[in-house]
C-alpha cells in the first residue's frame, strides 16, 4: 500500500507511519458500502478462529459455526481428524444442520434426504438412477481449510489463502511456551454479546492498553501498567506479555505474574490472565455496518474450574467487559455525530501496547484489504 491509497477525512490523510496519522475517517466504521467490501475482501479470505477442537471430543460431534455472512459447520471425522464444510446441501442449498451435537456416521439433508458422509462426499441421492451425466462425486460438501493451532480451531473461506502456519509463523511456538496445555483446554464458560458498535470499534478498544488505567480501575487493581510490556509483534499478529499486581480480595496470586494478550488479524483477540492457566478468547463477528456479534471462549485445563478462574471470570464479566462494551457503544455514536471525523493516533515507535501502535497497524491492514 502506498500513500495514494490512504484515505482522507476532514483533518487529513490517513498515513503510513502511526506518529505521523490522522485516525480512518468515521465513514469506515457505518458506512454499508465499506462494511459489504470488509466481508469480501476480509472475512472470505482471512483466518477466522472457530472454537478449541475439545468442543468435538467423538467422531460425528458437530458445530455449526459462521464466518461474517457464510453459515458453516465443524465435524469431527475420527480421533485424529477435523474438517468444516460450507453448510448447504448441494441439491437445493437447504442448510444441513443447526446447533450442535452428534450426527453419528451420516449428515441427512432434511429436504430430500442427500445423504453425505462425515468426510464430504455424497453416498446417497434418492431417485437419481435415471439421471444423464450424473456423478455423485461431483456432488460431495464443498470443504473449507481448517488449521488446529495448539487445539485453537481456525478456518479460512479462500483455497488459494496462504497457510496458516505461513502467515501466523511462530504463533503455536508462543501458545506452547505460555500456555504449554493449551491443547487439553476445554470450555469452562462460553459467553455471548450483541454489541451495537461496528466490529472494528470493538477490535480498536482491545488493540491497545492505553485506555486501561482511566477505563478500568478494577482491572487496573490487578494489571501492572506502569512496569510497561514486552511485545512479539508480527504482520498478522501480536503478542504482549505484562505483570500482575499482587491481586485483590477473592482472587489470590503473587505480585509479577504473566498477564498476556493476543491480537490475531483480523477479528480474534486473546489474553490469559494471572492466577491460573486459563485463556479467553474474544472473537467479533460482524452482524451489520454498526453491530458485532461478541463471543467469548474462557477456556481451562480439561474445562475445569477454580476460585482463581471464577474470580477472573467475575472481573471479566462483571466489569471489565461491561466497561468495555459501553465504551466501545459509546464511540460508535460518536463516530456517527456530526461533530467528529478523525483523531490521531498517540503512538510510539517501541510498539508498545499502553499506546496505539496496534490500532495503527490494525488499520493500516483493514486498509491493504480494502484496496485489494
Known amino acids: 500500500m502506498n500513500k495514494t491509497d490512504c484515505p482522507r ?42 472454537g478449541h477442537a475439545n468442543q468435538l471430543r467423538k467422531s460425528g460431534d458437530f458445530r455449526v459455526d459462521r464466518v461474517a455472512d457464510q453459515c458453516i459447520f ?54 437419481t438412477e435415471e439421471l444423464e451425466n450424473f456423478e455423485p462425486f461431483e456432488y460431495g460438501l464443498r470443504e473449507i ?15 488459494a489463502a496462504p497457510s496458516f502456519a505461513d502467515e501466523y509463523a511462530g504463533l503455536d511456538a508462543i501458545f506452547e511456551k505460555h500456555l504449554p496445555g493449551l491443547r487439553d483446554f476445554a470450555a469452562a464458560h462460553k459467553i455471548s454479546y450483541d454489541i451495537a458498535a461496528n466490529w472494528k470499534v ?27 510490556s514486552e511485545a512479539i509483534v508480527e504482520p498478522r499478529y501480536a503478542c504482549f506479555k ?78 471489565f467487559n461491561l466497561e468495555d462494551i459501553a465504551i466501545v457503544e459509546s464511540v460508535q455514536q460518536g463516530l456517527q455525530s456530526l461533530g467528529y471525523d478523525q483523531g490521531r493516533y498517540v503512538a510510539d515507535s517501541a510498539n508498545r501496547w499502553y499506546s496505539e501502535s496496534g490500532l495503527h497497524k490494525f488499520h493500516l491492514q483493514v486498509l491493504e484489504a480494502l484496496s485489494s
Open 74 to 127: 465443524l465435524v469431527r471425522i475420527d480421533h485424529s481428524t477435523i474438517k468444516a464444510f460450507y453448510n448447504v446441501c448441494q441439491h437445493r442449498g437447504h442448510q444441513l444442520l443447526n446447533g450442535e451435537g452428534n450426527t453419528k456416521k451420516r449428515i441427512v439433508c432434511p429436504y430430500h434426504a442427500w445423504t453425505y458422509g462425515l468426510d464430504g462426499a455424497l453416498v446417497n441421492a434418492p431417485l
Open 145 to 159: 481449510a481448517l488449521h488446529d493451532c495448539n487445539g485453537l480451531l481456525f478456518v479460512n473461506l479462500d483455497v
Open 242 to 319: 505484562s505483570r500482575s499486581k499482587s491481586g485483590y480480595a477473592g482472587l489470590a496470586l503473587d505480585a509479577g505474574e504473566p498477564y498476556i494478550s493476543w491480537t490475531m488479524w483480523p477479528n480474534t483477540c486473546m489474553l490469559s490472565q494471572p492466577g491460573c492457566d486459563n485463556l479467553i478468547v474474544l472473537r467479533m463477528a460482524p452482524a451489520g455496518p454498526t453491530t458485532c456479534f461478541e463471543s467469548v471462549d474462557i477456556l481451562s485445563p480439561g474445562g475445569e474450574s477454580s476460585a482463581n478462574l471464577e474470580a477472573l471470570k467475575s472481573l471479566f464479566m462483571e466489569n
Open 9 to 50: 477525512g476532514r483533518r487529513g490523510p490517513f498515513a503510513l507511519e502511526a506518529q505521523q496519522s490522522y485516525t480512518l475517517p468515521s465513514r469506515y466504521y457505518f458506512d454499508r458500502g465499506i462494511y459489504q467490501r470488509e466481508l469480501e475482501t476480509i472475512f472470505h479470505h482471512s483466518w477466522c478462529y472457530v
Open 202 to 228: 470493538v477490535v480498536d478498544n482491545f488493540s491497545e492498553g492505553y485506555h486501561i488505567p482511566v477505563a478500568h480501575r478494577q482491572l487496573s487493581q490487578l494489571l501492572d501498567s506502569k512496569g510497561g
